[in-house]
């Protein structure tokens, strides 16, 4: 029964107990009012229209019970199909759902097969009934794939997606999509899927949990405002939740974001707004350089703004191993996974476009409190494996018997300059600390690190580079040297930090530039461990 259905069956009831619980009283005290010919009969319960709170009371009620497995297998046919298979089969365009909604928006489903074994529920919101979508065959084009019998009735959508006239008025394009666990990614004007965002993480870094979305509705109302509204309903073994994602289209796509948790267990490590993206290779991590393209990532670095008014920006790197930074903020003011390098020679990929990918910026909307920003970077030796993740991860264990509520925007951002008024860094470069053929001898456990600043005022410093210095400092072990040297090419400056640290340990280098007192720059910060080598 669905949640509507439900809740006017049990308010129509309470209300005949009602009314028989008060005839009941009347004929007990002998006061039965006498009928009218004209009387009408009692108006029944008003009809309030879906809302978020109809999910928020699903995920509450949800949260009471155990969590079921809720297995429901796949035919074989779908089970077994590898992703070219299952990608070979696409939801009709001329099926599309909201078409007669007075909307630019349209709606297409996913189907199940591949890794997408569990079906999820679809439902249209229209003037305010929540109706389920019912799964047909029809609505589909299976492409070179051929089934021995009939597909079952009942194989449901593996996820959605959204299609709006994001660049061109006459071309419906994806906008989102939400397919996977609680994973939706959405574009901006001119931009390329690399990225994902999800609903939330539990254990990222550990023995990581991955609850899932098991049913939508959507809301688009009718006439010229450009916004859709998707509301989710999250489940798990540790945790429910309730969403409620607003989008709204635009050269950069905002998605405003409400997120209600309820835990079913004690959960130490939950990641608020987390971001999952890839990277394998760029100009700081040469580690696999049998490649014709010189960088390979979706996203080149983390940014912060932090609760202080600070920036700081942490290169991504392919690790040897696991590795964890966190960064501790009270009231963070925002983070993201951006991809700063636009340019195009710099990957020299004809067919994936890394330079069109989004970076996706997250504000918080009111304080978050006390925790922090943790950043996870697995060891992946292809493109194929989404090896980045970050979230906020707040300091107090999430406990039964709590409401957890978060408020954030998520941005689909191009041009991070727009986003802080300092410098910012561009490029950043690891070497052996000597000029290059220099006779110096290079000791062990010695690295040279270099940052291309530029943005913000540093064109103005450029008249005179001698007021600007090099800022910097080290976690353990010590500077050998720094130094600046303008950068025309850049109109903006590049920095140099040759440091040492005991072998076998991993240090934070933290590097600004500054006029006397006032910070030009944003903070970059990068870590490095010193193996033994030369």
Do not use: C
């Not at 959204?162 to 419906?172: E, F, R, S």
């Not at 990581?208 to 916004?227: H, I, K, L, N, Y």
């Not at 798990?236 to 998605?255: H, L, M």
């Not at 998520?410 to 860094?425: E, W």
Request: net charge neutral; charged share 20%.
């Amino acid at each position: 029964m669905s949640v509507l259905s439900r809740r006017h069956f049990i308010e129509g009831l309470a209300a005949l107990v009602s009314l028989a619980a008060s005839a009941a009283a009347a004929q007990a005290q002998g006061t039965h009012a006498p009928a009218r010919p004209d009387a009408q009969p009692p108006a029944g319960p008003a009809i309030k229209p879906f809302g978020y709170d109809d999910v928020i009371r699903r995920a509450r009620e949800l949260s009471m019970v155990p969590y079921e497995d809720r297995p429901n297998p796949l035919p074989e046919a779908l089970a077994k199909l590898d992703f070219d298979a299952w990608r070979d089969i696409r939801f009709r365009t001329d099926k599309a759902l909201l078409a007669s909604s007075n909307t630019p928006f349209r709606m297409q489903m996913f189907h199940p097969g591949f890794l997408f074994q569990r079906p999820v529920i679809v439902n249209v919101v229209r003037d305010g009934i929540a109706t389920p979508v019912p799964y047909s065959a029809q609505l589909f084009d299976y492409g070179r794939n051929k089934f021995d019998k009939p597909l079952p009735v009942n194989v449901g959508f593996a996820g959605l997606r959204l299609h709006y006239p994001l660049n061109n008025p006459t071309v419906n394009d994806e906008l989102i999509s939400f397919l996977g666990a609680s994973y939706f990614r959405f574009l901006g004007r001119g931009q390329v899927y690399g990225l994902s965002a999800r609903g939330l993480a539990i254990g990222i870094g550990g023995q990581e949990e991955f609850p899932a979305f098991r049913e939508f509705w959507v809301d688009v109302q009718p006439g010229g405002e450009s916004r859709a509204v998707v509301y989710a309903l999250l489940d798990g073994p540790s945790v429910t939740g309730a969403y409620q994602f607003n989008i709204y289209p635009a050269n950069e796509t905002v998605v405003d974001a409400v997120a209600t948790v309820f835990p079913r267990k004690p959960i130490a490590k939950l990641g608020i707004a987390p971001l999952t993206s890839m990277f394998f290779i760029g100009e700081n991590d040469r580690r696999f350089i049998d490649d014709y393209r010189p960088e390979v990532h979706d996203s080149d670095g983390l940014l912060i703004h932090s609760g202080t008014g600070e920036w700081i920006w942490r290169p991504l790197r392919n690790p040897k191993e696991l590795a964890v930074s966190s960064f501790m903020e009270s009231n963070v003011r925002g983070f993201g996974l951006i991809q700063r390098d636009r340019i195009f020679e710099h990957y020299e990929d004809l067919d994936i476009a890394y330079e069109l990918r989004p970076g996706y910026w997250v504000e918080p909307r009111g304080q978050w409190g006390e925790g922090h920003v943790e950043l996870v970077e697995l060891p992946t030796t292809d493109e194929t494996n989404d090896n980045i993740v970050v979230a906020w991860v707040p300091k107090s264990q999430a406990e039964p018997g709590q409401t957890l509520v978060y408020r954030y925007a998520i941005r689909a951002v191009t041009d991070t300059q727009a986003l802080h008024p300092g410098g910012i860094a561009i490029n950043s470069y690891q070497s052996a600390p000597k000029a290059l053929g220099s006779a110096e001898v290079v000791k062990p456990n010695t690295r040279r690190l270099m940052v291309d600043f530029n943005g913000g005022e540093l064109p103005y410093w450029l008249k005179d580079p001698s007021k600007v210095q090099v800022d910097a400092s080290i976690s353990s072990g010590r500077i050998i040297r720094t130094f600046i040297v303008p950068n025309p090419k850049t109109e903006g400056f590049r920095a140099g930090i040759d440091i040492e640290a005991p072998p076998g340990q991993t240090v934070d280098v933290r590097v600004f530039l500054r006029a006397g007192t006032k910070a030009l720059t944003e903070t970059w910060i990068f870590p490095w461990r010193a193996d033994g080598a030369a």
